[in-house]
């Protein structure tokens, strides 16, 4: 948690390695993430961490679930089963009838659990959302907190959420203080 401007997207870019610390190392699992070169980082990525961004990012041109299948075109899967994992995930999501419709066709809440779900196609052990709820109305962003819990609990996916909103950080396990850039013992 933290104020505009504090680091906490900063953080988010080192743990994820889309960006690259000016001094120490990263270790995830025991490995020097810091020491990878870009292809390995890339597999690293694709293989432990799914990424939810404030902005969603998703595609316009794609429907929704092309938007969700398209981090699965690197481990050349079968079409069939790239849309059937896409499939499933977004109605996981709630979003079972909005498959085919294209982003500027969703609502912000629909937008951001395309968002999750592409970020959880590849069965990460990471999530970095980086203000997830920031542009949701308040019901929306209670769902998908209660999702992000559920996903917790049910697939044992661990969550790192970014925040300025503290209504959000009450729902987390664990919470910690993002100022001028020094992360501040947890409250929680």
């Known amino acids: 948690m ?19 610390p000016t001094s120490g190392s990263l270790f995830f699992e025991g490995e020097e993430i810091s020491a ?21 990012h998703l595609i ?21 089963e ?16 909005r498959l085919e419709h294209r982003p ?15 970020a959880l196609i590849n069965r990460p052990t990471l999530i970095l ?8 109305d308040k019901k929306n962003g ?3 907190l209660a999702l992000f819990n559920k996903l917790n609990e049910e697939e044992g996916v661990a969550m790192i959420v970014v925040t300025h909103d503290s209504e959000v950080a009450a729902v987390a396990k664990q919470s910690f203080t993002m100022v001028d850039g020094m992360l501040e013992e947890g409250s929680k």
Do not use: C
């Open 129 to 136: 959302a980086d203000e997830p709820t920031g542009n949701l």
């Open 60 to 80: 316009p041109t794609l429907s929704a679930v092309e938007n969700v299948a398209f981090p699965l075109y690197p481990m050349k899967l079968p079409p069939e």
């Open 82 to 97: 790239r849309r059937e994992r896409a499939r499933a995930r977004l109605e996981q999501l709630g979003l079972g009838h």
């Open 104 to 118: 500027s066709r969703l609502s912000g809440g629909e937008q951001q659990r395309v968002a999750i779900a592409r």
């Open 36 to 56: 990878l070169n870009e292809d390995r980082l890339a597999l690293w990525r694709r293989q432990h961490i799914g990424l939810v961004f404030q902005a969603f």
């Open 2 to 20: 933290g104020r505009s401007g504090s680091g906490k997207t900063t953080l988010l870019h080192l743990i994820s390695a889309l960006e690259a």
């Open 142 to 144: 209670e769902e998908i």
